[in-house]
C-alpha cells in the first residue's frame, strides 16, 4: 500500500483506498468517492445516507429553475435508499467502528464499502458496492453484503428517498409513486421544463408488500433471522429515466426493469465499457505510483463527467453535484476536449456537435446584445442560452449584490470554440463535421466578432474594447492579448475554410447563413489590421492594456494581506487584486500554452518568469496551464509542483466548497481532465500547431517511463517515452503520420518507431 | 426689511444682511459674506479671526501641491488681521452681544459688520467694512471704527497671521518677513512651483515700531486713550502680488502700498467699477424683493470669482476656499460663461483664450491616452494638465479608495468647449478670436473626437463607447445622448470653419496644426455617421445605451433608503444610484436646455417628465437646468420651484460642506452663474440657436417685470419684459438685430420696440 496524502492509499495504481472516516469529509468524499456514467452521476455515499449526507443521484439534461436565478440540474429521488437494523438497533456509522474502508476502483469504476461495527458483542460486517452501469445508462447497481458473527435478526427496509438534498430549491412538482412487480417507483414532473423523471428500485430480495410513507421515503420492510457467518446479500438496482431522452420513461424504466438479470452481468458489460475507455484513454506511468493514481483518478472523473449517450454540455462539477448548474463554460473546449480529441475523438464530435445544436442560443444572446452571429453563453447548458446571471456574486462587506460582467465581457468563450472547431476538423479530418456543422459555427462566430471589434479609424486598426480575458479578476480591459489572438485565428480559419471547402458545400452554407460578399471582405481586413500585441523589451506580452502600469506585488499570495473579510472577491468592482498585477489563473500564458509555435522559447520563458509569480491560481484552471507550459520548456521543478497541485486539487480538497454564499463544491472536471493535458502535452511535450504533430518530453525524475495512446489522422498509436528513448507503436494505421521529435521528422507507418532524444 | 429666509433679510434688494450670530456659522458665512474681485477672494470672516474661523485670502494662479494629492491655491497670509482690547480686555465675538447684524452690499462689493457689546458696563460699537477693490486688483482694504459710551484705553494690534486655514497642507516655504515704512510684510514661496507671493499690510494709523512675533502673527502694538462717543478709525489695506503677474512681486507690492493715499479714494474707483460690471450684467426684478436679492447674490458671486485680468480659470468654487482645486470644469463653459457671452463678451473671450492657452495640456493628456488632439482636463488649472486625481473618494464603508473616471470618461469637456467657442464667435462676430484661436481648438477638439469615437463595421455608424456623461453616478456607459450630440455638432462646426474662414488664415491653421486632408475626410464621415440616439415611442430619448432596462425609482429620492453609511458615494463601483435609472443631475436634459431646436415640443416635455422625478439634483448644476427647461415650457410650478432651489444654493446652505472626507464647502459658482441663464434663458426665454435669436417670455405670477441687458453682434440692448409686453431698447447699436418673439421675426435697429406676446 503507497501513501498518497494522509489516509489516502493505493495498492495498485488503480484505486484509492481511505481507512478513515470522517463524516466531516461528506461534501469532498461524496465527490471524489462517486460513480457514473455520463448519463447520471451518483455521489460517493452510502445507502443509508440521506440528505444531510449530500446524497445526490445528478441526471444530465434535467435543467430547471426552482428559485428564479440558477437553473441547474436537478437532484433525483434516491431509489438506493435503506436501512438496516440489528437484533432492533439501527445500524449507522456513529457506531463503534473496528473496522472501515472504502475504496474507489478506478479500472471498474466502482466505489465501495467495508464496515465492521460491534453492537451488543455481535460484530456486525457489512460490504457496500455499487457502479453506474458504463452500459446502460439508466442503471445504477448496489450490492450490499451483511455478514455478523452470531445469529441475529435484521431488518431490511428499501426504498425511495424523495426528500433529497438540492442546492437552489426544489425542482418537482409533488412525485406520483407507483408500484411495478412489488417495487417502488416514482414519477415526477420538473418545476419549469415539466420534464418527467421516472425512478424505480428493483430489489433483487423479496420485500414486504405494504408500503409506508415516512418523512419522505416510499419504503417496504423484511425482517430476516441471519445465521453466524452466512452473508446476507441485498442486490438493488436504481433506474432512471427521462422524458428528455424517451417519449415514455415509464414504459422505458420498466422495460430495464425487465432486462436487469442479475448484479453479475451488468456488471460484467460494464467493466468492458471501462476497459474500452481505459484502452484508449490510459496513462501508465512506471516509477511514481503515487503520480500514476492521481492521474487515473482524474482520468476517471473527466469520464464519468462527460455525456457521450447524445449531445450536451459537461458541467464544470460534472454531475458530481449541481453547483455551476450543470453547464458547459470554455473549460469544456479548452480543458476537457483535447483529451477526447487526441483519444476518443468520437466524444470530442458530440461535444463540439452541442456547441453546434446550441448555435441558436448563441445567436440569440449575440441578437440580445446587438451583436450579429452566435455570442455563446459564458454558462451554457442544453439551449445555449445564457445561464449567468448578471449578479451572482455578494459583497461579503455591505451584503450588496455585485454585477459582474462574465456573461457579457468573457467574450472568448465564442472565439475558444472556433479553434477547437477547427483543431478537431485538422486532427481527425473529419470533413463530414467541417461541413455539416463545423464551418457553419466558425463562420457565425466570425460573424460575432466582426460585430464586436471595433475599428479605430486613425490608428487604422481594429481593437476588442472592455472585455474580460480568463483571469476574471480584471474586468472591463481593452485588448486582451489571449482574445485578440483567438479572435485574428478564428479569422484566419473563418477565410480558409472559404477555400479549403467545395464550392458546393460553401454555397449552400453561405446561402443557409445569409454569408455576404461584404460580410468576408470584413472579415480579410479584420485579420489583416486587428491589433497583436507584441512582447515588451522585456519579452513579455501585457495582459491588456495598462496591465503594467498597476501596482505589482510579488508573489501575488501578498496581496490577500489586504482582505478586510476572508470571503470577499478579489475582483471587480473594487476587489483587492483590481488595482493590482495579481491575476486569479493563467492568461497571457493561456495564449503560449495553446500557441506556443506563435513566440520564441526566449519569449514563453520571459512571460513564464514574469506572469507565474503574479498569478494567485484561485482558479482550479490555473496550476494546469502553468504545469505544462513549464513542463515543455524543461522548468522541471516549477512544472511537478504545479503538476501535483493540479492533479491534486480535488483528492486534496484544497478548494473551497462555498464562496460568497454560492456552494461550488465538486469535482473540477477542467482540472480533472487537464491531467491528461499536463502529461502528454507537458511532460511528453505532445503538440499540433495546426500543421505538425511533434513531441519534445522532458519526464519528471521520479518517472521511469510513460505510456498512452493517441488517434491522429484516424490512426492509432502508442507512445512509450523514457528519459531517452520514444518508443512508437503503430496500433491501427489509416494514414501514415509525420511527427517532429525534438525537430527533427519521422513518419510512423506500420513499424514500431524507436527513436533516442 | 424684507426676509429672505431664516435670519436673513434684504432691504432694497442690493444686499443681504443677517443680525443673528452664529458661530457654526463659520464656513457658510465666510463664503456667502465673502468679497473679491476675480484676483483675490477674502471670505467674510472677522479681522480678529484666525484659522479657526477660517479666514481664507485665496489667490488665483498660486497652485501648489503641498500633499502630493491636490493641487490647489494657496491661501495667502492675512494682513487684516488685528485684535483690540478695552480697558484690557480683548474683545471677541463671545462676549455680551448687544446688537449684531452683518452685511453684504451687492451694489457697492463690500462686506460689513456691525455689533455692540458691553463689557464692563461701557457699550462699545464696532463697525467693520471690507471690499476688494474690483479697480485694483491686488488691494483689499479695511475700515474699522470704534466708539465707547465711556472713556476708555484700547489697545490695539495689527499684524500679519501667518498661521493660515489651508485644506491640503501648507504650501508656502518658511516665510521672509519685511518691513516697509512702518508697516509689516512677508515674503513666501510656494512649496511645488515657487511662486513668490508678497503680502503687505498698510496701515493708516501708526503704530509702534516694535515688531512681535507670536503665534504666527507678526504683530506691533498701538495704545490710544479713546473719549467717549469718539470714534476710532483704523483703516488698514492688504496688498498681495504674486510673481506669476510682476516680475518683482515685491517691488509691485511697495509701488501699491505707495499710490494708496485713502480708503475713500480706492473706493471711489471700486464703485465705478462695480456699477459698470452692474450696468452690464443687473438682472432688475419688479415685484419679488427677495428673488430680486437672490439673483444678485448669486450674480455678485458669478462675478468676483471670474478672474478678468489674465486668462485663468473659473474655479468650482470660485475663489471662495481652495475646494475643488481652484480649478475649471465644464461647469466654466456651460455655466458661467453664458451670462458673460452676452453681457459681458470680452470676459467671455478671456475664459475661452483661458482654454486656448491650455491647449496644450489638453493636447499632452490625449497622447498620454494614446489619443490625438485636445482632450481637455476634467479639473483644469493653470495649465491645462489633468488635476482630476485617478482616486479621489473613499469607499467609506471599507475605507478603500475608489478609482472613478471622471478624468478619462467624462469627455464631454471637449465637445463642451468647441461648442462654446463657436457659440461666443456666432454671438460676438469675433473674427480675431476665431482666426488667432477659435479655429485651432475647434480642429484639435474635432481631431480628439475622431481618435476616440469608434466605427462599429457592421452598424456602419461612429459610437462612443465607455463614456461618464453629466450624470456622474452612472460610469462606463455607451452613446451618452448629450456626448454623442456634442461630439456631433463639434464636427458640424469644425467643417464649417474649413468653409468659413479664408483660405489663407485655413492654410496656415492647417499648416500649424498639420490638419491632413485625410483628417478632414474622416471627420466628415464621423459626422455623417455618428450615432444619435433619437426618442422612444415616448418620446424619450434614451439618456445613455441600456439605461431605461435599469432599475425606476421614482421618485429618485427613495433611494437613499437603500444607503447603509449616510456618507457613502452613490455612483461607481457599486453605490446605489449605478443599477437604477436615479441620477445625479440633468444628463439628458442638459442636451434639451442647450438645443431645444433639435427637438419638437412634446419631446422636450416628455423627457422633463421622464427624467426630472428620476433625478436626485445631488449636483448644484442640476435645478438650474431643469428650471431653464421648465420655464421655457412653461412648467411654471416646477420651474419657479427649482430656480428656488438653485438661487438659494448658497444662501440657504442647502449643500454638503464635506463629502467623503473631502472638503467641498465654499461658492457653487457654477450655480452662482446659472441664476442668470435660469432667468434670461429661461423665464424670458432667450435663445440663440446659432443662427437666431429669439425670445419667449413665461414670467412666474409674481414677478411684474424683469430687465436685463444684452450684448447681441456688439450692439447693446435693453429688455424690459412684462406679462404681456416686451420693450426692446437699443442702447448702442452697430448691427441691426433680428429677434424671433415667440416665433414672429422683428428687427431692432435705432428705435425702441414694443411688443405684446
Redesign the interface.
Known amino acids: 500500500m503507497e501513501t498518497i496524502k494522509k489516509h489516502l492509499k493505493t495498492e495498485t495504481g488503480w484505486e484509492v483506498i481511505n481507512e478513515h472516516y470522517d463524516k466531516m469529509q461528506a461534501i469532498t468524499e461524496g465527490s471524489n468517492f462517486m460513480i457514473g456514467n455520463g448519463y447520471l452521476g451518483y455521489r460517493g455515499t452510502f445507502f443509508e445516507d440521506r440528505k444531510d449526507a449530500y446524497v445526490g443521484c445528478i441526471v444530465t439534461d434535467s435543467w430547471d429553475n426552482a428559485d428564479g436565478k440558477w437553473e441547474e440540474l436537478a437532484t433525483v429521488h434516491n431509489a438506493l435508499y435503506g436501512t438496516f437494523s440489528f437484533n432492533k438497533t439501527p445500524f449507522s456509522m456513529d457506531q463503534n467502528i473496528l473496522d472501515y474502508s472504502r475504496t474507489l476502483d478506478l479500472l471498474n469504476g466502482l466505489t465501495k464499502r467495508g464496515v465492521k461495527v460491534e453492537i451488543n458483542d455481535t460484530i456486525f460486517t457489512l460490504e457496500e458496492e455499487k457502479f453506474a452501469s458504463m452500459s446502460d445508462k439508466n442503471v445504477i447497481a448496489m450490492k450490499v453484503q451483511i455478514t455478523t458473527s452470531k445469529d441475529a435478526v435484521i431488518t431490511l427496509e428499501s426504498g425511495i428517498d424523495t426528500d433529497i438534498w438540492s442546492i437552489n430549491g426544489h425542482h418537482f412538482q409533488k412525485e406520483t409513486p407507483f408500484k411495478y412487480k412489488n417495487d417502488l417507483g416514482t414519477i415526477s414532473k420538473t418545476n419549469t421544463y415539466e420534464d418527467t423523471i421516472v425512478v424505480l428500485e428493483k430489489n433483487m430480495v423479496a420485500f414486504g408488500k405494504s408500503v409506508q410513507k415516512k418523512s419522505g421515503v416510499h419504503k417496504r420492510q423484511k425482517t430476516i433471522s441471519l445465521k453466524a457467518n452466512t452473508p446476507l446479500v441485498w442486490t438493488k438496482f436504481m433506474i432512471v429515466t427521462n422524458s428528455n431522452d424517451v417519449l415514455d420513461p415509464l414504459k422505458e424504466a420498466k422495460t430495464i426493469y425487465d432486462s436487469l438479470i442479475s448484479y453479475d452481468t451488468v456488471f460484467t458489460a460494464h467493466c468492458q465499457a471501462w476497459e474500452d475507455i481505459w484502452n484508449k484513454q490510459d496513462i501508465q506511468l512506471e516509477g511514481n505510483m503515487v503520480d500514476q493514481v492521481g492521474i487515473r483518478f482524474n482520468l476517471y472523473h473527466a469520464c464519468i463527467a462527460t455525456p457521450t449517450h447524445k449531445p450536451l454540455p459537461i458541467g464544470a462539477r460534472g454531475l458530481s453535484c449541481q453547483a455551476y448548474q450543470g453547464a458547459a463554460f470554455w473549460d469544456q473546449e479548452v480543458f476537457n476536449l483535447p483529451m477526447f480529441l487526441y483519444t476518443n475523438p468520437g466524444v470530442a464530435r458530440q461535444l463540439l456537435k452541442y456547441r453546434y445544436l446550441t448555435l441558436e442560443g448563441a445567436k440569440e444572446k449575440a441578437k440580445k446584445h446587438q451583436y450579429?452571429g452566435a455570442f455563446y453563453a459564458w454558462i451554457s447548458g442544453k439551449t445555449g442560452k445564457e445561464l449567468c446571471p448578471d449578479f451572482f456574486f455578494k459583497?461579503v462587506?455591505?451584503n450588496?449584490d455585485?454585477?459582474n460582467h462574465f456573461n457579457l465581457w468573457q467574450i472568448h468563450i465564442s472565439p475558444d470554440i472556433a479553434v477547437s472547431v477547427n483543431k478537431y476538423v485538422e486532427v481527425t479530418k473529419d470533413e463530414d463535421f467541417l461541413i455539416k456543422y463545423g464551418a457553419e459555427m466558425v463562420f457565425e462566430i466570425a460573424r460575432f466578432l466582426?460585430?464586436r471589434?471595433?475599428?479605430?479609424?486613425?490608428?487604422d486598426r481594429y481593437e476588442i474594447?472592455?472585455v474580460q480575458g480568463p483571469d476574471e479578476y480584471h474586468e472591463?480591459v481593452d485588448n486582451n492579448a489571449f482574445t485578440n489572438y483567438q479572435t485574428k485565428i478564428t479569422f484566419d480559419i473563418a477565410l480558409s475554410y472559404l477555400n479549403r471547402l467545395d464550392k458546393g458545400s460553401i454555397r449552400s452554407i453561405r446561402d443557409k447563413i445569409d454569408l455576404t460578399d461584404d460580410e468576408i471582405s470584413?472579415w480579410e481586413?479584420i485579420k489583416d489590421k486587428i491589433y497583436l500585441p507584441t512582447p515588451n523589451k522585456d519579452g513579455v506580452l501585457e495582459q491588456f492594456e495598462g496591465y503594467f502600469d498597476l501596482e505589482s506585488i510579488v508573489p501575488a499570495s501578498k496581496v490577500t494581506e489586504r482582505l478586510?473579510d476572508p470571503e470577499e472577491y478579489y475582483g471587480?468592482?473594487?476587489g483587492i487584486a483590481?488595482?493590482t498585477q495579481c491575476i486569479k489563473q493563467a492568461d497571457t500564458i493561456q495564449l503560449l500554452h495553446m500557441y506556443p509555435e506563435l513566440f520564441d522559447e526566449e519569449t514563453v520563458k520571459a512571460n513564464y518568469d514574469y506572469y507565474e509569480p503574479r498569478t494567485l491560481h484561485f482558479s482550479s484552471l490555473s496550476p494546469s496551464v502553468y504545469a505544462t507550459v513549464a513542463a515543455r520548456m524543461n522548468y522541471l521543478e516549477d512544472g511537478y509542483r504545479l503538476f501535483k497541485k493540479s492533479l491534486m486539487i480535488d483528492l486534496m480538497n484544497t478548494n473551497e466548497a462555498v464562496s460568497g454564499g454560492t456552494f461550488i463544491g465538486g469535482m473540477h472536471t477542467a482540472a480533472n481532465a487537464a491531467a491528461w493535458q499536463m502529461v502528454v502535452l507537458g511532460f511528453a511535450g505532445f503538440h499540433y500547431d495546426q500543421h505538425h504533430f511533434s513531441l519534445k518530453p522532458h519526464l519528471p525524475t521520479s518517472w521511469k517511463s510513460l505510456q498512452f495512446n493517441l488517434n491522429l489522422l484516424q490512426s492509432d498509436l502508442r507512445f512509450l517515452i523514457d528519459h531517452h528513448q520514444i518508443q512508437i507503436t503503430p496500433l491501427k494505421m489509416n494514414n501514415p503520420i509525420s511527427l517532429f521529435i525534438n525537430g527533427k521528422e519521422v513518419i510512423i507507418n506500420h513499424k514500431d518507431v524507436t527513436i533516442n532524444y
Not at 471589434?453 to 490608428?459: A, E, W
Open positions: 450579429e459583497d462587506i455591505t450588496r455585485i454585477r466582426a460585430s471589434v471595433d475599428y479605430k479609424p486613425r490608428r474594447i472592455r472591463n470584413l481586413d478586510i471587480w468592482p473594487n483590481v488595482f
